[in-house]
């Protein structure tokens, strides 16, 4: 259960939006093996100046196109990692037009323990899920 924080600057359109979602959720569908109905994600949109992204040193040209995904997820293999940072990048290229130096991606990994779906429990460990 992946959840995907999206951090972006103001500017895009409603479409826009949904089809950078639909791509992403389909490459982490793809990447991690988890179920469809599996999506969690969450839009926070910037003004100019409230996001901050440099290129670390690597030579990447970044614009108010850039994407900044956290996501929060059970522990992966270091292959789906990789696959999902590929197929990513490769299919926001081709749907929506970024480039791939517009995207990054940081995934930080939690436990069972650390989920809760409502009514106070954990459902992971009750074996609800």
């Known amino acids: 259960m992946p959840l995907l924080k999206f951090d ?11 089809t950078l979602l639909d791509v992403t959720h389909q490459a982490m569908v793809e990447a991690f093996e988890v179920p469809a109905s599996d999506r969690y994600q969450s839009v926070t949109q910037h003004r100019p100046g409230e996001l901050v992204l440099h290129d670390t040193g690597l030579g990447y040209t970044r614009s108010a196109h850039v994407v900044l995904l956290t996501v929060i997820s059970r522990p992966r293999l270091q292959a789906q990692k ?48």
Not at 96 to 111: A, F, Q
Request: hydrophobic share 40%.
């Open 8 to 18: 972006i600057l103001q500017g895009r359109n409603d479409q826009q939006l949904k």
């Open 82 to 129: 990789t696959a999902f940072y590929r197929l990513l990048a490769e299919r926001l290229q081709a749907e929506c037009g970024l480039s791939p130096d517009e995207l990054i991606v940081s995934l930080v990994e939690n436990t069972d323990a650390d989920w809760s779906f409502g009514r106070g429990r954990a459902q992971f460990l009750t074996g609800e899920l």
